[in-house]
């Protein structure tokens, strides 16, 4: 695809003051608890299906088949309303637990134990944490062995939207651990940070937080990760999936990146992804031609009433009677302010307001776009212009590549309705095919080759 001449307004990283140094120097975050046992919903409380090793559950002495209904002074019904519990307390904090065993009361109590802390023998880990706009944000960070003897190439991963954990062990069976695992087991240092309102992260509730506040804490922990004495600023990547392919590129004009991949993520203007996003996954789940097209009607008015001018709900629904049902639809009313697909409704305010081509016009680095053949989220299209894009400002410095068999969340899926259809069910099997293309692609830019 050829462009014509462009007047570009964002500056490129070159021309940037060098960052502040990030904030680490505080007492440890503290961690957050961990019950350690697989529960199910019964009417009277939450029933123990299982019990995890060395955490809370084994050392209250918990049984499978146990009922709990209250923990501390909070009565518990479901499995939800346990993990809301577990989030506002932390390691060594009490806890009493009442329920019934058998059909007699239960009773015990003890200290809470804290999430579990990964232990490797390829490499070393470390819990951090780094300080940002809205408070203490947990950092992850793995470390070859040699420690800072010598200077390492890095890759700071970026998750993609919502209020998931990116701490886990690498070992874990799931798409993100795969994919930073070999980069750890092979000599880089790899860094992760969980969101404001996630994990141990500071910062919550997570539904007040926006775009802006959560890439905030992304650039002080880039900025963490550069400072470290076992890194080479010089051979730095980043990983953003998803939403993480906006953050990325925004951070990659900030700092000097050796490179960026991006896999499932946008390019176009965010209504038009909206928009299309909505037929995409409409029509694969049998919608009509005819209701699609009202729908889009719809949407495409009430995109514009809160993306482009800024209007609250109330605003919309005076204006446009009509869209009362899809804005009860579409926004879920929380203490926080609405919700839409999981984020406040201002954190997509601000990912509309982006120019994304010109966004990637002033980033650094060289570009590795990336996109599942089974992603019924995404479109080939938007990585496909990204690319073109990135190679009309320089010349041969990115690259797209589509992964068969491969969707939104690396799983091995054949088609995009197979995957919308297993969607959030367990089972999935991750398909390690992207594993080679970042070997491919990182090995002559860092000069060490990942062991897959």
Avoid at 252 to 273: D, N
Avoid at 331 to 351: A, D, K, L
């Amino acid at each position: 695809m050829k462009f014509g001449a462009v007047l570009l307004v964002g500056a490129l990283w070159t021309a940037l003051p060098r960052p502040a140094a990030a904030q680490t120097d505080a007492p440890a975050l503290p961690r957050k608890a961990a019950l350690g046992a697989q529960l199910s919903e019964l009417q009277i409380g939450v029933r123990v299906d299982a019990v995890v090793p060395n955490l809370t559950a084994q050392a209250l002495g918990l049984q499978v088949g146990d009922v709990i209904d209250r923990l501390n002074d909070t009565t518990v019904r479901t499995p939800a309303e346990v993990v809301a519990w577990l989030s506002t307390q932390t390691e060594g904090a009490p806890i009493r637990v009442a329920g019934e065993r058998n059909r007699k009361p239960l009773r015990t109590s003890g200290t809470l134990a804290g999430r579990p802390r990964e232990v490797s023998a390829d490499y070393q880990v470390s819990y951090g944490q780094v300080k940002s706009e809205r408070g203490w944000l947990r950092t992850i960070v793995t470390a070859p062995n040699a420690g800072a003897a010598q200077k390492h190439p890095a890759l700071m991963f970026v998750q993609g939207i919502g209020p998931g954990t990116v701490d886990f062990a690498l070992t874990a069976d799931n798409g993100y651990a795969r994919i930073i695992q070999p980069f750890a087991r092979s000599g880089y240092v790899t860094l992760r940070v969980d969101k404001p309102g996630v994990g141990d992260s500071e910062g919550g509730p997570f539904a007040a937080v926006d775009f802006q506040q959560t890439l905030d804490g992304y650039r002080q922990a880039l900025k963490a990760l550069l400072a470290r004495p076992d890194v080479d600023p010089e051979r730095v990547f980043l990983f953003g999936h998803s939403m993480g392919g906006y953050w990325g590129p925004l951070l990659a004009r900030e700092f000097k990146l050796k490179g960026i991949a991006v896999s499932g993520t946008a390019f176009r203007t965010w209504i038009e992804y909206d928009l299309e996003n909505t037929r995409r996954q409409g029509t694969l789940g049998g919608t009509t031609p005819l209701d699609m097209h009202n729908l889009l009607q719809d949407k495409a008015l009430l995109n514009s009433a809160w993306l482009l001018e800024g209007l609250d709900l109330n605003q919309i629904t005076a204006r446009y009677p009509r869209l009362k049902p899809l804005v009860a639809q579409s926004f879920v009313q929380t203490p926080s302010g609405p919700q839409y697909s999981g984020q406040h409704m201002r954190f997509w305010q601000q990912v509309a307001a982006l120019n994304m081509p010109e966004v990637w016009a002033g980033a650094s680095g060289h570009v590795l776009a990336l996109y599942g053949a089974s992603d019924f989220l995404t479109d080939a299209r938007d990585h496909e212009l990204l690319v073109s894009w990135v190679n009309f400002m320089r010349p041969d410095s990115a690259r797209f590549v589509q992964l068969a068999n491969s969707d939104h969340a690396f799983l091995d899926t054949a088609t995009q309705r197979d995957s919308l259809l297993q969607w959030g069910k367990p089972g999935g099997k991750v398909n390690p095919n992207i594993l080679p293309v970042l070997n491919e692609w990182v090995t002559p830019l860092s000069g060490v080759p990942l062991k897959l």
